[in-house]
């Protein structure tokens, strides 16, 4: 059993800046890769940023150069500072988390509960 668990949502105005983080624990042997979805009412829940085991990055146009993601291994962390914010970001923003398990060496995909982040103008 893996769970993931976000912080660090809440409200802002346009042109700040916030700082998720989202934490793993559970029956881990490995993680493969980390990565945070959002979804903004009534639209599909996008991938904003991801980084795999081996470092590599990926981010969403929308998103390039103003969202950085980071991971902490050993911590079993992902974070995603968010700059130069818009209204536009405003959604709930999920952690996921491919995820090898203890018990099989299988890999799984998890999901945490979700932040609310607010853009105001």
């Known amino acids: 059993q893996v769970q993931l668990v976000e912080s660090g949502g809440g409200l802002v105005q346009a042109g700040g800046s916030l700082r998720l983080s989202c934490a793993a624990s559970?029956?881990?042997?490995?993680?493969?890769?980390m990565g945070w979805y959002r979804q903004a009412p009534g639209k599909q829940r996008e991938l904003i940023a991801a980084?795999?085991?081996?470092?590599?990055?990926n981010y969403a146009d929308s998103v390039k150069g103003r969202f950085t993601i980071s991971r902490d291994n050993a911590k079993n962390t992902v974070d995603l500072q968010m700059n130069s914010l818009k209204p536009e970001d405003t959604a709930v923003y999920y952690c996921?988390?491919?995820?090898?398990?203890?018990?099989?060496?299988?890999?799984?995909?998890?999901w945490g509960q979700g932040t609310q982040v607010t853009v105001s103008s």
């Open positions: 559970g029956s881990i042997a490995s993680i493969h890769a």
């Open positions: 980084i795999i085991s081996g470092g590599s990055t």
């Open positions: 996921n988390a491919k995820v090898v398990v203890v018990t099989t060496l299988s890999m799984y995909d998890y």
